[in-house]
């Protein structure tokens, strides 16, 4: 019951900044650039490789304040020609500073934005590129569920005008981007971006680092099975995951036993017979993930874990009516 109370209270608290986030999505970028920082908005510059950033959030879920706080990672990558951008964050303001921190590091200009997939906190920052005229690329359904799912918080989606089904290629001059599909987060728009000459991965929320994961708009199993395609595919890059710090293949591997967990798990409490109520009730989240943040999202997890292992319900159908009765702050993720 405690658990479940601070669920409820995390809920309660994440909906009150959703209203806010809301309200503020007429910030404008003049006011980003006189009050807000990378360091005031959660985030840490780093180079990855030479010419390739990451904006690491550090943030815990929910954020104070979602219109100036990152939640999620974003990259840049610099070009003999142009320059790339991923996931620019949930609001307009963090996608604004995002792009004045580009004219920091080069005076390249932007020739892409590219969404990893299209959850809120990896795309409400569209509209900003799109009122700059920077084709926003993305994979998939991701246009068709921008347009409906992400209403609630984004009512103005901006979705992606260049849309990617199979791997592709982007080029910066003579630097080439690639993007390669694989699925298990969310819906069938997970879209990796591979630096391929300094060997840099940016996975999206195909890897968490350091943070219980969002599973409610993913399959267990399939996220699980194609972690091994991208440790075997890209065993020794450094990586940008969604959310958390730069990892490497040991990180994905982490993510897969945590996935592995959840199925033992599921399979426990098909064979006890226990009722959903019951399995959540009697379970705490193992030590080696008690540090983690998003703890919030454990519970969730659980539920997911529930309905696909132990109910055997791991269709799309089944997947997506789970997701649609989420939360829009939980949806975001």
Not at 56 to 63: E, G, K, N, Q, V
Request: net charge negative; with cysteine; hydrophobic share 40%.
């Amino acid at each position: 019951m405690k658990h479940l109370r601070r669920w409820a209270i995390t809920a309660i608290v994440t909906l009150a900044t959703v209203v806010s986030l809301v309200s503020c999505q007429t910030h404008t970028a003049a006011q980003t650039e006189s009050s807000l920082t990378l360091d005031s908005a959660g985030l840490t510059l780093e180079e990855l490789a030479e010419g390739v950033y990451g904006l690491i959030a550090s943030t815990d879920f929910p954020p104070a304040d979602f219109e100036t706080t990152g939640i999620c990672n974003g990259a840049i990558i610099v070009g003999s020609d142009g320059v790339l951008v991923v996931d620019p964050f949930q609001s307009d303001t963090l996608a604004a500073l995002m792009f004045e921190t580009v004219a920091t590091l080069t005076d390249q200009p932007i020739r892409y934005v590219v969404n990893t997939h299209y959850h809120f906190d990896h795309s409400g920052g569209n509209a900003t590129a799109e009122s700059l005229d920077y084709p926003i690329v993305g994979r998939g359904p991701i246009r068709e569920f921008m347009l409906t799912r992400n209403l609630e918080l984004d009512p103005n989606p901006a979705a992606p005008d260049v849309v990617v089904n199979g791997d592709s290629s982007l080029w910066l001059g003579d630097r080439q981007v690639q993007l390669a599909e694989f699925d298990g987060h969310s819906g069938g728009t997970d879209l990796v971006v591979y630096v391929p000459d300094v060997d840099v991965l940016i996975t999206g929320d195909l890897l968490f680092t350091q943070r219980i994961p969002f599973i409610g708009d993913g399959s267990i199993r399939l996220w699980r099975s194609n972690l091994d395609g991208l440790a075997a595919i890209y065993a020794d890059a450094k990586i940008l995951p969604g959310h958390g710090p730069i990892g490497d293949r040991a990180d994905l591997e982490t993510l897969q036993d945590y996935l592995t967990y959840l199925e033992d798990l599921g399979l426990e409490w098909q064979a006890e017979n226990l009722s959903e109520a019951a399995a959540i009730a009697q379970t705490t989240v193992d030590s080696q993930y008690a540090d983690y943040l998003f703890q919030g999202l454990f519970q969730g997890n659980l539920e997911v874990t529930y309905q696909q292992i132990t109910l055997g319900q791991e269709d799309v159908t089944s997947i997506q009516t789970y997701f649609a009765a989420q939360p829009p702050e939980l949806q975001a993720l």
